[in-house]
């Protein structure tokens, strides 16, 4: 997937592809979901029957992040999958093209007329598809209608595509990062149509976990506020191999941490593996973070964590 990051970069995409036909689609895709594959399959069905290639465009940060970036990490709105996952999901999805706007105060004051002239106008767009809710430019001012306007004085294809439902509500991200507020795995994998998880690197931590017989891989974390908080049940892929464990994903409080970590004991395993990638796929919440008193009650805890991820584990498996 060829990857336009920012404006700047349209001019040196054109005149690489300039003879491009484009079916574009334009969102935030966090978590990419299943309305999300809705439409990027669309896209591509489109794409296939017009000789012509797949292009998402989205923006980064979303427009609720920018806002408060000047709060602390844990004040910040929620998102279900940094930008890394996000990229990679869209990759895997076979889109040809991804056309990355940074949203900042440029991006929020452009009206729907300059978006319209500065953005799809220097695009080479055979179809555009949007979904039912789509909005755009300042305040939100940019619709259907106006966009309906472009594409009849364009002669390009214009497509609103219906809401995707489950259980007659709409599947969106905001529903999504609910469910996962909430440690309801099951139905986030519903609306996903895939199991969460996280992926990152394996980094050096503080070491402690191993002091009280727990050692932990400790997992690059991006500077996201993840919806999922507290202790849990997980499987861990690790190259090829799967292997079961326990996470916490919090500022551990008990030893004074201000900053979220994601921390995984992965059970019977002695390896160092600091520098690989991990995926965590959280299978069950067990508990909420919380403060104890020392680190000898906090070992207690955890052993009695690890016998309640060993035993949901099994659960699952059965």
């Known amino acids: 997937m060829y990857l336009i990051r920012g404006l700047k970069n349209l001019s040196l995409f054109n005149e690489r592809f300039e003879k491009e036909k ?26 296939l029957s017009s000789n012509s290639k797949t292009m998402v465009i989205f923006t980064e940060p979303h427009a609720k992040e920018f806002f408060s970036f000047n709060k602390d990490i844990t004040e ?30 440029s991006l929020q004051t452009m009206v729907p007329e300059v978006f319209i002239k500065e953005v799809l106008d220097s695009l080479n767009i ?5 979904g039912d809710d789509f909005r755009f430019g300042q305040d939100r001012k940019g619709d259907y209608t106006l966009l309906q306007k472009w594409s009849d004085s ?14 007659k509500r709409r599947v969106s991200s905001s529903w999504i990062r609910e469910t996962l507020s909430k440690g309801d795995f099951e139905m986030t994998k519903d609306l996903l149509g895939r199991p969460y998880s996280f992926e990152g690197k394996v980094v050096p931590g503080n070491r402690l976990g191993r002091t009280i017989g727990f050692p932990t891989a400790n997992i ?15 499987k861990i892929r690790l190259d090829m191999s799967e292997l079961n464990g326990i ?13 979220p970590v994601l921390e995984v004991n992965i059970f019977d395993f002695k390896e160092d593996i600091y520098g690989k990638r991990l995926k965590v796929q959280f299978v069950k919440k067990i508990r909420d973070e919380k403060k104890f008193d020392g680190l000898e009650e906090l070992k207690t805890q955890i052993a009695k964590d690890v016998k309640t991820a060993q035993e949901q584990l099994l659960n699952e498996k059965n």
């Open 126 to 130: 055979s179809h555009l598809l949007i």
């Open 22 to 47: 484009l079916v574009v689609t334009i969102g935030n895709f966090d978590g990419l979901h299943l309305g999300h594959k809705k439409i990027i399959h669309k896209m591509k069905d489109v794409a």
């Open 76 to 105: 910040q709105p929620t998102r279900i999958s940094p930008w890394r996952d996000k990229f990679k999901r869209l990759e895997n999805e076979s889109v040809d093209y991804a056309f990355f706007l940074k949203f900042n105060i």
């Open 220 to 234: 690059w974390l991006p500077k996201n506020n993840l919806p999922i908080k507290g202790v849990f049940s997980v």
């Open 247 to 259: 996470a916490n994903i919090g500022i551990r409080p008990t030893v004074g941490g201000t900053s």
């Open 154 to 167: 364009k002669g390009i294809n214009l497509s609103k595509l219906p809401t995707f439902s489950i259980e």
